[in-house]
């Protein structure tokens, strides 16, 4: 059982826009800022967004991060088949731990 | 570039002890906290221990409080995982990671499989 609650899964065609959601409490979410991670099958996580909203160097503006209050979202614009991954969010709890989301499984059909 | 390589998984019975490490190249390794993150086949992520930069405070996820120990070496570059009294539930892919700068976990290493047999 994941502190943060994602969609175990959801799919949708190329082109389109995905909202990915990630929902927490005043402990972690409404607390600190929240990144995600993009993770393909057999490979290690891999950092898209932190700070809420902001992308690392390399990451296309494709992908977009929001928070409010207790809850933050991952938006996949113009969805392409190499988006296909697991996504998970994360940030620090005030009980001094780092929690995850249970993870996303994106497919694009 | 950034490069964290971990070692030390493999096949090892219940109840025994191991420990995991994992050598960093390509940033001020003496300036920079880490964390260990798991994850279990065919499941999610789990955040396991941090180290401050320092190695003076160290936080872990309470199912592995007691039995996991996290340390660091700046000399040799390496933070380590000492894992005691395994369980077949501490079956996963380690990966050790940097702390970001920005309240994130930002380069993660390929990771190393622990398989617990009883």
């Known amino acids: 059982q994941s502190v943060l609650t994602q969609p175990p899964s959801l799919s949708a065609t190329p082109g389109q826009k995905v909202t990915i959601s990630c929902s927490g409490s005043s402990s972690n979410i409404g607390n600190d800022y929240v990144s995600w991670y993009q993770q393909f099958p057999g490979a290690a996580p891999k950092l898209l967004i932190y700070?809420?909203?902001k992308r690392p160097s390399g990451i296309p503006d494709r992908f977009s991060g929001s928070k409010s209050g207790t809850s933050a979202t991952l938006d996949i614009t113009g969805l392409q088949t190499g988006d296909e991954a697991d996504y998970y969010c994360?940030?620090?709890?005030?009980?001094?731990?780092?929690?995850f989301g249970g993870g996303t499984k994106l497919t694009v059909l | 570039q950034v490069q964290l390589v971990e070692s030390g998984g493999g096949v090892v019975q219940s109840g025994t002890s191991l420990r995991l490490s994992c050598e960093t190249s390509g940033f001020t390794f003496s300036s920079s906290g880490m964390h260990w993150v798991r994850q279990a086949p065919g499941k999610g992520l789990q955040w396991v221990a941090f180290?401050?930069?320092?190695?003076?405070?160290?936080w872990y996820a309470g199912s592995v409080k007691g039995r996991l120990t996290i340390s660091r070496d700046d000399s040799k570059k390496t933070v380590y995982l000492q894992m005691n009294s395994l369980r077949d539930e501490d079956t996963a892919v380690y990966y050790c990671?940097?702390?970001?700068?920005?309240?994130?976990?930002?380069?993660w290493g390929r990771g190393t499989l622990l398989t617990v047999s009883s």
């Open positions: 180290i401050t930069f320092d190695g003076l405070t160290k």
């Open positions: 994360g940030t620090w709890d005030t009980s001094l731990s780092w929690v």
């Open positions: 700070d809420n909203n």
């Open positions: 990671a940097t702390d970001g700068p920005h309240r994130d976990i930002d380069s």
